[in-house]
């Protein structure tokens, strides 16, 4: 019999605590974000009910359906906090804003004009993620430190939104010593971002970690991994 999703989830909680304890840090500064994309109504229920109150989403259509009002999952959207994953098209950031509480995808200045557009009157503001590209060229995201101080001082300017932190994807390979050093690239250009440009909060996420690598990003200084094959099987499965 498949295991449970909340046998996986136990058993992914247990691999946070020990790759924290290896690195000197306390499990509460880890947070465990579940991935639902593509998977059931019935699969982020199962989540909530083993604790998770977390989640992501690639897709801003798919993200209604499930955590909106009248979505399949609504009855869960008050406790949970939901965050954009994937790409964002600037014709849906009026509707992301309106859903998320954080856009994590925040790859391009375009991007940060369109969201502060949207939220300029928002008593709370929407935070924001800006994405580091460490990866394979064809990734999203800014390509250097200095983009990144620009993209910062540009969501600055609206007051609708709220710099959160950064978040990357790591190359995919077998090479440890890359995924951990593009890890370390994002740790030092949060660093950077922290001295320049002072925020509520000092730049506090590092999303950074999936299924495959999130222990050595915890090594690295990890504040959030996003998970989803370790917690809900291989698609289809």
Not at 42 to 54: F, P, S, T
Not at 100 to 125: H, K, M, Y
Not at 193 to 217: Q, T
Not at 218 to 228: A, L, P
Request: with cysteine; aromatic share 6%.
């Amino acid at each position: 019999m498949a295991d449970s999703i909340a046998a996986r989830i136990e058993r992914v909680q247990e691999r946070i605590h020990t790759a924290c304890a290896r690195c000197g840090r306390t499990r509460e500064e880890v947070s465990l974000m579940a991935v639902t994309k593509f998977q059931s109504p019935q699969d982020v229920q199962a989540a909530w009910d083993a604790g998770i109150r977390l989640f992501g989403e690639s897709r801003v259509q798919e993200a209604e359906a499930k955590f909106s009002a009248d979505g399949s999952v609504s009855g869960i959207r008050a406790g949970s906090e939901l965050h954009l994953i994937g790409s964002l098209q600037r014709n849906k950031a009026k509707a992301a804003a309106a859903l998320f509480d954080c856009v994590q995808s925040v790859d391009r200045e375009s991007l940060i004009d369109t969201l502060g557009n949207s939220t300029i009157a928002w008593e709370r503001p929407l935070m924001l993620l800006l994405e580091y590209r460490t990866g394979e060229e064809t990734k999203a995201g800014f390509q250097s430190h200095d983009s990144l101080f620009r993209a910062a001082e540009r969501a600055m300017a609206f007051p609708g939104l709220a710099l959160a932190g950064l978040m990357t994807m790591a190359p995919f390979t077998d090479d440890t010593a890359a995924v951990r050093a593009a890890f370390r690239d994002l740790a030092a250009a949060r660093d950077g971002l922290a001295r320049r440009f002072p925020v509520a909060g000092g730049w506090r996420c590092l999303s950074m970690g999936m299924s495959g690598d999130f222990e050595i990003a915890i090594e690295e200084g990890s504040t959030m991994v996003r998970i989803g094959t370790a917690l809900f099987g291989e698609r289809g499965a």
